[in-house]
């Protein structure tokens, strides 16, 4: 008997005014899987990822995480919201703390921790992604590739059940690129469940238990990245995948 | 007529005297407009628009009007009003120092509250996304995020109010109080040397200001020197 | 004075145009006073006009100001009005209301020219 899935999305739609982002998707997450989402730009990719956690609000359909169900009720969107964590393009790390503030803030507001005890999660995780060091720097003093780690430490402080990716590396200089992909790599292979929004077909092939293809909003093909890429049944798919591998 | 630099020298002195009511003048509307202001501020940024409506009609009131009107308005007019004259707070609104500062006060929330408004709306909004998405409530967001960062951008913008404001005092006189332009006025009524006694008059508000705008200046920078 | 807010206002528009946009009119050969009629004025004045609204706005009611000099004002009509019919409250409120209209006029036509100086970028995401 399979366990329920960690992330259940049915039948969700969304609307921007009178542009349709989102059609009819349907999709289940099971837990320790990694899923990787590809897509056109405006394909709704980044949308999905965003009403999952609540960002952007679904019309219809059902979105459920963790046993609960997402509605715009502020409150259950919260709860929903610290069991998933959540890296941006642009890291979004706040300018006016040091890294470790960064960590830590989230920690004792929501968890309640005490500064100690938030202080040393911030030190454990900033371990595990490799950058201990720049504890006490502000964000603008380091690399973006240094920047983004630090965005995943700060998620991965609140112990997420899945954790969100939206093109992580999309922002980054092509040298730093790689660090970032290894820490994500690294969290893969201790099974964190996670969705990652990337073109980083690499990372893709080698991760991924799933590739999900979207397209103008809808899901247009999933399946195991060694049948996706050397044989993938749509036509859609067959021309993003000759354009993003011609690179 | 002449003009003679000793007169300007020795009426220094005497406009110091009036410096005392300018600077009260200017730090109790000041802080209290700035208290009102993040009190509106708040009310204006809420969706519900019962909320913001009036907020946004007190603030298009304020700075649409001239500050020497307002003042008028307060103290000469108020005393026309049957609510304040037998009201408990005629003793205070019958002093021309507190119609001053009242109006002052009102004015200085009315464009300081624009100003928070505009360092809040300046806030990157990914930040706030990913305060959300940390779990963070709006309330913890706005506290530890967006307010700090509002604050910072807010400083350009804020010194100008309070050089603004410096100006503005000099309105107090146009209702018997003896701030700098006061006795400067009162100066020039009896010795006839308009040039001279309102030259060193603005000098003291030109020393002033440069004090005000090297000080927030010295701020920005300690804050800034690394968290930009 | 406002010659001397509204030149700092100018030289800080000036100095924003994209440098990109001048040196491709250059590239493509046009003389320096054709750059500067054709392309840095009215890219100038487009940058400058949300601040000169605002210039044209204190203007206007500075002119409330003079009254306290002794020069004839609206100002002082009221005062006069006030004195007459003992009902200041009233005048210079009245008068609050003149300046409102007069400055929301302002503040409207300056939208308009805004939108006007800016058509090309409407309808742009």
Same mark, same amino acid.
């Given at each position: 008997?399979?366990?329920?899935?960690?992330?259940?999305?049915?039948?969700?739609?969304?609307?921007?005014?009178?542009?349709?982002?989102?059609?009819?998707?349907?999709?289940?997450?099971?837990?320790?899987?990694?899923?990787?989402?590809?897509?056109?730009? /405006?394909?709704?990719?980044?949308?999905?990822?965003?009403?999952?956690?609540?960002?952007?609000?679904?019309?219809?359909?059902?979105?459920?995480?963790?046993?609960?169900?997402?509605?715009?009720?502020?409150?259950?969107?919260?709860?929903?919201?610290?069991?998933?964590?959540?890296?941006?393009?642009?890291?979004?790390?706040?300018?006016?703390?040091?890294?470790?503030?960064?960590?830590?803030?989230?920690?004792?507001? $929501?968890?309640?921790?005490?500064?100690?005890?938030?202080?040393?999660?911030?030190?454990?995780?900033?371990?595990?992604?490799?950058?201990?060091?720049?504890?006490?720097?502000?964000?603008?003093?380091?690399?973006? /590739?240094?920047?983004?780690?630090?965005?995943?430490?700060?998620?991965?402080?609140?112990?997420?059940?899945?954790?969100?990716?939206?093109?992580?590396?999309?922002?980054?200089?092509?040298?730093?690129?790689?660090?970032?992909?290894?820490?994500?790599?690294?969290?893969?292979?201790?099974?964190?469940?996670?969705?990652?929004?990337?073109?980083?077909?690499?990372?893709?092939?080698?991760?991924?238990?799933? $590739?999900?293809?979207?397209?103008?909003?809808?899901?247009?093909?999933?399946?195991?990245?060694?049948?996706?890429?050397?044989?993938?049944?749509?036509?859609?798919?067959?021309?993003?995948?000759?354009?993003?591998?011609?690179? | 007529?002449?003009?003679?630099?000793?007169?300007?020298?020795?009426?220094?002195?005497?406009?110091?005297?009036?410096?005392?009511?300018?600077?009260?003048?200017?730090?109790?509307?000041?802080?209290?407009?700035?208290?009102?202001?993040?009190?509106?501020?708040?009310?204006?940024?809420?969706?519900?628009?019962?909320?913001?409506?009036?907020?946004?009609?007190?603030?298009?009131?304020?700075?649409?009007? =001239?500050?020497?009107?307002?003042?008028?308005?307060?103290?000469?007019?108020? =005393?026309?009003?049957?609510?304040?004259?037998?009201?408990?707070?005629?003793?205070?609104?019958?002093?021309?120092?507190?119609?001053?500062?009242?109006?002052?006060?009102?004015?200085?929330?009315?464009?300081?509250?624009?100003?928070?408004?505009?360092?809040?709306?300046?806030?990157?909004?990914?930040?706030?996304?990913?305060?959300?998405?940390?779990?963070?409530?709006?309330?913890?967001?706005?506290?530890?995020?967006?307010?700090?960062?509002?604050?910072?951008?807010?400083? =350009?913008?804020?010194?100008?109010?309070?050089?603004?404001?410096?100006?503005?005092?000099?309105?107090?006189?146009?209702?018997?109080?003896?701030?700098?332009?006061?006795?400067?006025?009162?100066?020039?009524?009896?010795?006839?040397? =308009?040039?001279?006694?309102?030259?060193?008059?603005?000098?003291?508000?030109?020393?002033?200001?440069?004090?005000?705008?090297?000080?927030?200046?010295?701020?920005?920078?300690?804050?800034?020197?690394?968290?930009? | 004075?406002?010659?001397?807010?509204?030149?700092?206002?100018?030289?800080?528009?000036?100095?924003?145009?994209?440098?990109?946009?001048?040196?491709?009119?250059?590239?493509?050969?046009?003389?320096?006073?054709?750059?500067?009629?054709?392309?840095?004025?009215?890219? @100038?004045?487009?940058?400058?006009?949300?601040?000169?609204?605002?210039?044209?706005?204190?203007?206007?009611?500075?002119?409330?100001?003079?009254?306290?000099?002794?020069?004839?004002?609206?100002?002082?009509?009221?005062?006069?009005?006030?004195?007459?019919?003992?009902?200041?409250?009233? @005048?210079?409120?009245?008068?609050?209301?003149?300046?409102?209209?007069?400055?929301?006029?302002?503040?409207?036509? @300056?939208?308009?020219?805004?939108?006007?100086?800016?058509?090309?970028?409407?309808?742009?995401?």
């Amino acid at each position: 008997m399979k366990n329920p899935p960690v992330i259940s999305l049915k039948n969700v739609n969304k609307h921007f005014g009178s542009f349709q982002a989102l059609r009819n998707i349907s999709l289940d997450v099971q837990e320790g899987q990694r899923i990787v989402v590809c897509g056109p730009s /405006g394909s709704g990719k980044s949308t999905m990822i965003r009403c999952i956690n609540g960002l952007e609000h679904h019309d219809e359909g059902t979105i459920m995480v963790n046993g609960h169900m997402m509605t715009s009720d502020e409150k259950i969107a919260n709860l929903i919201r610290r069991e998933v964590g959540m890296v941006f393009q642009s890291f979004n790390l706040f300018p006016h703390l040091k890294v470790i503030d960064n960590l830590m803030m989230a920690q004792r507001l $929501v968890r309640r921790k005490s500064k100690e005890e938030a202080h040393e999660t911030g030190i454990k995780y900033l371990e595990r992604v490799g950058i201990r060091a720049q504890a006490d720097k502000f964000p603008n003093q380091l690399s973006g /590739g240094q920047q983004q780690r630090v965005a995943i430490a700060r998620a991965l402080c609140m112990n997420p059940k899945v954790m969100l990716f939206d093109e992580p590396t999309s922002a980054l200089d092509p040298e730093m690129i790689s660090e970032v992909l290894e820490v994500m790599t690294e969290l893969a292979e201790d099974g964190m469940t996670m969705i990652c929004v990337t073109h980083e077909m690499g990372f893709a092939r080698s991760v991924a238990d799933m $590739v999900v293809f979207m397209d103008q909003g809808e899901i247009v093909e999933m399946g195991e990245p060694e049948t996706f890429f050397s044989n993938p049944s749509h036509e859609r798919t067959r021309k993003f995948l000759d354009q993003i591998i011609s690179h | 007529m002449t003009f003679e630099i000793a007169l300007l020298i020795e009426s220094l002195p005497l406009l110091l005297d009036g410096l005392v009511l300018t600077l009260k003048l200017w730090v109790l509307a000041l802080s209290c407009g700035t208290i009102l202001a993040v009190g509106l501020v708040l009310l204006r940024m809420s969706p519900k628009s019962y909320l913001s409506w009036p907020v946004m009609a007190y603030v298009y009131f304020f700075r649409g009007t =001239p500050i020497l009107v307002q003042l008028f308005v307060v103290y000469y007019g108020f =005393p026309q009003l049957e609510i304040i004259r037998s009201g408990p707070l005629w003793v205070f609104f019958r002093e021309p120092f507190f119609c001053a500062w009242f109006a002052l006060t009102l004015n200085i929330a009315a464009y300081t509250s624009e100003i928070f408004r505009g360092g809040i709306l300046g806030v990157n909004k990914g930040l706030v996304e990913a305060s959300r998405a940390l779990g963070m409530t709006y309330a913890q967001t706005f506290r530890k995020v967006v307010a700090p960062i509002a604050f910072k951008l807010s400083l =350009p913008a804020y010194s100008n109010e309070m050089v603004s404001v410096l100006k503005a005092t000099a309105l107090a006189s146009t209702v018997t109080l003896l701030d700098v332009t006061g006795v400067a006025r009162k100066i020039v009524a009896e010795t006839f040397a =308009p040039y001279e006694i309102f030259l060193s008059a603005a000098l003291i508000y030109l020393v002033l200001t440069w004090f005000i705008q090297n000080g927030v200046r010295l701020l920005e920078r300690r804050i800034s020197r690394y968290a930009n | 004075m406002i010659g001397a807010y509204a030149t700092e206002t100018f030289r800080g528009a000036f100095l924003g145009i994209d440098k990109g946009q001048v040196e491709a009119a250059k590239a493509l050969g046009l003389t320096r006073g054709q750059v500067f009629w054709r392309l840095r004025l009215p890219l @100038m004045w487009r940058l400058a006009l949300p601040g000169f609204g605002n210039h044209l706005l204190s203007l206007l009611k500075d002119t409330a100001l003079i009254s306290v000099i002794g020069v004839e004002g609206i100002l002082f009509t009221a005062q006069q009005a006030s004195s007459v019919n003992h009902k200041p409250f009233t @005048m210079y409120l009245t008068v609050a209301f003149l300046f409102l209209i007069l400055s929301t006029i302002v503040v409207l036509v @300056m939208k308009r020219l805004e939108k006007f100086a800016y058509r090309h970028l409407e309808g742009a995401r």
